[in-house]
């Protein structure tokens, strides 16, 4: 048997394949009946929710904001974080020359010390190395 009758053998299986395939109807699906046991009913009571108090800093923070105050800040190291941003948004170089003798080149659009005068191309990346 050569190549060639196996080749033809192989296309003509797989026409008849193919035909049978879409001729024989699919399985049609089966559903099964839920448990009986298992019933629903209008009159059945509601599972009871469980009441959770709130914690002392969401009670503080109700009550401050029932009497018109802004909220307590009960978070650690906010005071800390805040001084930080300060001074980082205080930024201010002369130009470029220092931002790099800082080493903070490239600034950023956004980032503390940027500034559109530093930003030759007007792209958002201010002291960004000189190509040449």
Known sequence: ????????????LGGVAGYVWSVVPPAAPTYSRP?????FSKDAPSPALVEVPPSTEE???DSAWS???PAPDTSRGAST??????IEQSAMYSGCKEVRALGKAPLYAG????????????????CEPVRG
């Open 35 to 39: 448990d009986a046991s298992v019933r």
């Open 1 to 12: 048997m050569g190549v060639r009758e196996l080749l033809i053998g192989a296309i003509v």
């Open 59 to 61: 009670a503080a923070a």
């Open 81 to 86: 974080a805040h001084a930080r941003r300060a």
């Open 67 to 69: 009497a018109g105050e």
């Open 111 to 126: 980032q503390p010390g940027y500034r559109v005068e530093m930003d030759g191309d007007g792209d958002g990346v201010a």
